[in-house]
């Protein structure tokens, strides 16, 4: 039994990585940079819900929209005043601006909320699922973060192909300067794309914070970095392989902490990454893309 529920934590811990990558992958697909400011909109959307409820006495639900409401206005406020000044910019000036735009979070946070550890309050009630007489029990916040994956990940596919924004979003995936001859407007394209990602960020902070309830300006940092391991593992650009990378990737980690040691996880975890791109350099649903010369 201890087998079954350390891959269920893991399957959970990687539904996380699966929202976060989503963003991830939905940014780096239309407008092909990198946010790496996006593990830090997870920490600022936990400390939203953080201020409404532990301290402003708020209920939950309200907390929870607040911080989907906050990260995606600040998603689309950082896509337009750093990055689309860089639209034509060289790759490496629009990566750059994106680590500054998260040192920038994580100070603000830290001038504001200070260095210590904040206790945060889960915001799921369910109670946990007893199976086999009892041996076997799975928290709520676990039964509600696999549920919310696949709920996402299922709108978000349906999202993309069958709505004509969706359609517009993959139109400028494939080229910006046709996608604009043909009346797409570009940069709201890339807007609305920043927007979902924020906003998924935020609720994948929420079920993170809800899971391992210690809020601090650094939160976000890691399982940031890791879920866009977790993108590359999947194939970037791919929805499914976000969600298949995610989940994998907590599977990987949950189980070499039981079994291995919980001081080598995270080196198992990117170490795995390099054998899967070794082999499959496009990750696993990643498609080989041919350049034109």
């Known amino acids: ?3 079954l529920s350390y ?3 893991g399957i959970s811990l990687g539904s996380v990585y699966a929202i976060i990558a989503l963003g991830y992958t939905m940014v780096y697909g239309i407008a092909k940079m990198l946010n790496f400011a996006h593990g830090d909109i997870i920490m600022v959307g936990g400390f939203t819900v953080f201020t ?3 301290t402003a006495g708020g209920s939950p639900v309200v907390g929870v929209l607040a911080s989907v409401v906050v990260c995606t206005v600040l998603g689309v406020t950082i896509e337009k005043v750093a990055y689309r000044p860089l639209r034509g910019a060289s790759p490496l000036a629009v990566l750059i601006t994106a680590i500054g735009v998260s040192y920038l979070l994580q100070n603000v946070a830290l001038l504001i909320f200070g260095s210590n550890a904040r206790q945060f309050t889960s915001v799921v009630t369910l109670p946990a699922l007893k199976l086999a007489g009892g041996k076997l029990s799975i928290s709520g916040v676990t039964i509600v973060t696999i549920i919310t994956c696949v709920i996402i990940m299922l709108a978000l ?3 993309i192909n069958k709505t004509k924004i969706g359609q517009a979003m993959l ?4 080229d910006k300067g046709a996608a604009t001859l043909m009346g797409i407007n570009v940069n709201g394209t890339i807007a609305v794309t920043f927007a979902i990602g924020s906003s998924l960020a935020a609720i994948a902070g929420v079920l993170l914070c809800s899971a391992y309830p210690s809020l ?3 939160t976000g940092s ?3 970095i890791k879920a866009f391991v977790a993108a590359v593992f999947g194939g970037i650009g791919s929805i499914p392989g976000a969600m298949i990378g ?3 990737l907590g599977v990987i980690e949950n189980l070499a902490k039981a079994y291995i040691s919980s001081q080598l996880a995270d080196a198992i975890v990117f170490s795995v990454l390099i054998i899967v791109l070794l082999v499959r350099p496009t990750g696993i649903l990643g498609k080989k893309i041919n350049e034109k010369v």
């Open 1 to 3: 039994m201890s087998f």
């Open 7 to 9: 891959l269920i934590n």
């Open 52 to 54: 409404i409820v532990s």
């Open 157 to 159: 596919t349906t999202f």
């Open 171 to 174: 139109a400028v995936s494939e």
């Open 216 to 218: 601090t300006p650094y």
């Open 222 to 224: 890691m399982p940031g």
């Open 246 to 248: 995610g989940i994998l």
